[in-house]
């Protein structure tokens, strides 16, 4: 019941084109929903997050839409760039501390 | 603000040693979570800390411990080394209170290579 399933494994975009990640989860009890970009030799940094509340948040290039009913929730970035080749991280967090349950990960490549 | 930072950030032990990495977390911050990266199993929660206590405990077995100290800086253990430790070990540090309470900042992580 811990489990964050995240797809595309992998992605190639070309430049200006749309990036799309999706993360589903079964645990009802998760209240929040972060992104993380990771680049190689680095740590995960954090791009953006949402709560249960809202549907959709936006933040730049940077999309969250959530659907509560479905238990799903996804990333979309507007038009990619090379420099947003990474491996990008859903996670899942409850309201018991900070233990984040990670998905497994979606490594982007951005075509120029 | 500084961010994250972990010492040190390559280690080569072998089987059977122990080791222990350590953590400072951005100024103000007061819990300070521990991660492992591998290609096989991902980003796994280890442990968290807040106020020098542990708050919550992945499922990894006892050989692996932390503390927290009273100035938020936090050690992570690990006894009798296996070949399966080998990983990024990430510490990630967040408020633990007020309303960003659970926003995770992760270090650049140590990388622990068992021989």
């Known amino acids: 019941q811990q489990q964050v399933k995240q797809s595309p494994q992998s992605l190639i975009v070309q430049k200006g084109g749309i990036s799309i990640i999706n993360c589903a989860y079964e645990?009802?009890?998760?209240?929040?929903f972060p992104w993380y970009q990771q680049f190689p030799g680095k740590g995960p940094a954090l791009l953006i997050a949402i709560r249960p509340d809202v549907s959709e948040k936006k933040e730049g290039r940077f999309t969250i839409s959530f659907n509560k009913s479905a238990k799903q929730f996804s990333l979309h970035i507007m038009d990619s760039q090379p420099g947003d080749s990474a491996t990008y991280f859903c996670a899942a967090g409850g309201a018991a501390g900070n233990k984040l349950t990670f998905g497994g990960g979606t490594r982007v490549l951005v075509k120029p | 603000k500084a961010g994250v930072t972990q010492t040190p950030r390559y280690l080569i032990k072998t089987r059977g040693q122990q080791v222990t990495l350590s953590c400072s977390p951005i100024s103000g911050h007061r819990s300070v979570s521990w991660y492992q990266q591998t290609p096989g199993q991902g980003l796994q929660f280890l442990f968290e800390?807040?106020?020098?206590?542990?708050?919550n405990k992945g499922n990894f077995p006892g050989r692996f411990s932390g503390r927290q100290f009273s100035n938020s800086r936090s050690e992570m253990n690990v006894s009798t080394l296996e070949l399966g430790d080998s990983a990024l070990y990430l510490c990630a540090s967040s408020p633990g209170s007020g309303a960003r309470y659970n926003e995770q900042f992760f270090g650049p992580g140590t990388r622990l290579t068992v021989l």
């Open positions: 645990n009802t009890a998760f209240d929040y």
């Open positions: 800390y807040f106020s020098e206590t542990q708050r």
